[in-house]
């Protein structure tokens, strides 16, 4: 277990601290006190806190903007939340950029407008999650399993998901520049709106997926296996065992 220790001075030390960090420390400091109070005890003019992965996400989620301050101060550190279980938990908007949260269930979870930029999620389990408008840019995502998963409008540049389980998921309307999606199973997802300019599609399955009005240009689709329409421009589709593969024109 972890003990943050956290003094006006501190905060008064960081000329950029918010109003609301202030009230918060006061606020939490101050019901400290009055426990201390009732047990005969001096008021504390500093914070202590026995700081758990519980704080973590309570902050993260309540105020993820504090949190972030006082995460980018070294006032508060971030703890590994590997294989953390959080099924079902509304989380709506939490900042956990950077996190690690390699192998942590988010199955059936509310993360919309959540930051997870630069975070490890390599095998986390986001299946029917709601993930709308949430912020991945640059995530690790080898291995996520996204099925069923809302994840429309969400922001993926850069991110990798190569492996990913993507089957059934609503990509419509996201922002997938320069991602990597190689071999990864689009079946049955809706992609419709979304821009995959620069990105890595070598070998990824798009059969059955909705492709309204994507955007491709710069994209990587050497072998990736397409649906009975047409081949996008710069190349052409051959049949393989009865199914489509685009190959590049030469």
């Known amino acids: 277990m972890t003990t943050v220790t956290i003094t006006l001075r501190n905060l008064r030390e960081a000329a950029d601290a918010s109003s609301e960090v202030m009230a918060l420390f006061e606020s939490i400091r101050g019901m400290v006190n009055e426990q201390r109070a009732r047990e005969g005890k001096a008021p504390h003019r500093s914070l202590t806190i026995n700081w758990t992965p519980l704080h973590?996400?309570?902050?993260a989620t309540a105020d993820p903007e504090v949190w972030t301050w006082l995460y980018k101060r070294r006032l508060v550190p971030m703890i590994s939340l590997r294989g953390v279980d959080l099924r079902g938990v509304d989380l709506p908007g939490i900042g956990l950029q950077g996190a690690d949260l390699f192998g942590a269930d988010f199955r059936g979870a509310d993360l919309r407008g959540a930051d997870l930029r630069g975070a490890d999620l390599e095998h986390a389990r986001f299946c029917n999650a709601n993930i709308l408008n949430a912020d991945l840019r640059g995530a690790r995502l080898f291995g996520t399993d996204f099925s069923g998963a809302d994840l429309h409008y969400a922001d993926f540049r850069g991110a990798d998901l190569r492996g990913a389980d993507l089957r059934g998921s609503d990509f419509s309307g996201s922002d997938l520049e320069a991602a990597r999606f190689f071999g990864v199973n689009l079946n049955g997802s809706d992609i419709s709106h979304a821009d995959f300019r620069g990105a890595d599609l070598g070998c990824a399955n798009l059969r059955g997926a909705r492709l309204y009005a994507i955007r491709l240009e710069g994209?990587?689709?050497?072998?990736?296996?397409?649906?009975?329409?047409?081949?996008?421009?710069g190349y052409r589709v051959e049949t393989y065992n009865g199914m489509s593969k685009l190959v590049p024109n030469v």
Do not use: F, N, S, V
């Open 219 to 233: 994209a990587r689709l050497r072998g990736a296996w397409w649906p009975p329409i047409p081949a996008p421009p």
């Open 56 to 59: 973590m996400l309570w902050l």
